[in-house]
């Protein structure tokens, strides 16, 4: 993993305000991350982009597009109109209260919390030293099957 961030914005904030991450999987994937709290207007979204076609999300509209190249073709899957942003975190609590009550398992593992936090130190101490982070999880993954 390497990365790059830093303070540019002059958003007055003690933390890096814009950050620019790059892996490579074992299997020889790459993928990258850019974050930022600089850019105006504000520009939230995800892709995930492989051989058989993209998957596209905007936070603006919420929707998600998807493209396959089978199809040659996008298909849009706009967000539910009776959608409401806070009931996300209303089931994330109700979540956690039933986790607590013993009637649920974790959605998100301890081992998913701490690859997690290992990969955001990852990427700090990369941007620090100005050098590639090695992280090695070969054959510790199995748990990530657990949900």
């Known amino acids: 993993m390497w990365a790059f961030s830093g303070n540019r914005g002059g958003l007055d904030v003690e933390v890096e305000d814009s950050a620019e991450i790059g ?17 105006q207007p504000p520009n939230h979204y995800l892709e995930l982009i492989g051989t058989d076609g993209t998957i596209s999300w905007k936070y603006a509209n919420g929707g998600v597009r998807l493209y396959r190249s089978e199809e040659n ?19 994330e609590m109700s979540h956690f209260i039933e986790l607590v009550r013993g009637n649920e398992k974790s959605k998100c593992t301890l081992t998913d919390g701490i690859r997690a936090l290992e990969l955001a130190l990852a990427a700090k101490k990369s941007a620090e030293e100005s050098r590639i982070i090695p992280i090695n999880w070969q054959g510790q993954l199995d748990e990530f099957s657990s949900y």
């Open 23 to 39: 892996v490579r999987f074992s299997n020889g994937t790459i993928g990258s991350v850019h974050l930022d709290y600089v850019q």
């Open 73 to 91: 073709g996008w298909q849009n899957f706009s967000i539910r109109k009776e959608f409401e942003r806070n009931d996300m975190f209303l089931a």
